[in-house]
């Protein structure tokens, strides 16, 4: 699942929540592929395992350092 954490209608940060169906190898690639191309985007991605330290520590990040991605992707093609 990945949850969207939004500011004013800008997205800041993407937090994937990875289950065990995160250690397929099927699952690693697509991971990988969503990865890539939402930071070349310009989005911050957090993996966590639902560890509510690192996702606090990650939201007062981000919240300090607002920067909201400019570049606009529309040109991913999904082989999933």
Known sequence: ARV????????????ELDDQSHNNIE??????????NL?????KIVHTRGAIDVIEKELQTVTKNASV?????NDISNPY
């Open 27 to 36: 699952r690693i690639e697509r991971d990988k592929f969503v990865d890539d």
């Open 39 to 43: 930071t070349a985007c310009g989005y």
């Open 69 to 73: 991605p400019t570049r606009k992707c």
């Open 4 to 15: 969207l954490i939004v500011d004013d209608m800008k997205v800041l940060l993407i937090i």
